[in-house]
């Protein structure tokens, strides 16, 4: 039985990808700060870590062992303008979006060469290609999306499949913090009329964890439905 590990598993997308990796059969490892809505759900084991503690990730990944895929789902955006951050918010929102994962491709990946497979899936955004408001969101997004490309030159040719996702506006908690006026935008200007569900982007995380064709490696998918966010 192949084993997953996704971060922030317990909630959003990341429960829906949980969920939906449980009824395959995997077995998943869900990191996250907090056990919870991982009752019912089988195959899986939780693990309690805080990604700001980017030092320790090491020892993490030894802990856990043998990883057959990662999916680093995790993230923070802070409802404020780019210049009201704190230094500490700043640092936090790196470390979670952007160090961690970089981190936790670079000790998995040590694993996965030796064998010569492994697939790896980084949650990005929209956002990341196109600018957002919260500028440090932006960037890491954008961040995480180059590293994507980069690891894929750099482990490809170890058979490690590493590709990314961007998706709009998705209906979870986190689309509460979205102004009405951005939220009405995006709504005016995709073909359907309506956000994402969390259900649909899972379902194309899962895809690339599991079952897509290992020549696409290095790429984004957009799920906008068409149109990016003004």
Known sequence: MKRILITGGNKGIGLETTKILSQKGYQIIVVARQNINLEEIKNCEFIKYDLRNITDISALVEKIGVIDVLINNSGIMNTCPYNNYSQQEKEDLMKVN???????????SKQMIPRKEGRIVNVASVAGQIGH???????????????????????GSHGIVINAIAPGPVETDMLATIPETR??????????GRFATAQEVAKTIVWLATESPKYINGTCIDINNGSFPR
Do not use: R
Not at 98 to 107: G, N, S, V
Not at 133 to 155: C, E, H, M, Q, R
């Open 133 to 155: 408001p919260d500028v440090w969101y932006a960037v890491s997004k954008a961040g995480l999306i180059n590293a994507t490309k980069s690891f894929a030159k750099l482990l």
């Open 183 to 192: 939220k009405e935008a995006v709504l005016a200007s995709v073909y359907s």
């Open 98 to 108: 952007l160090d961690a994962p970089i981190e936790l491709i670079t000790c998995i």
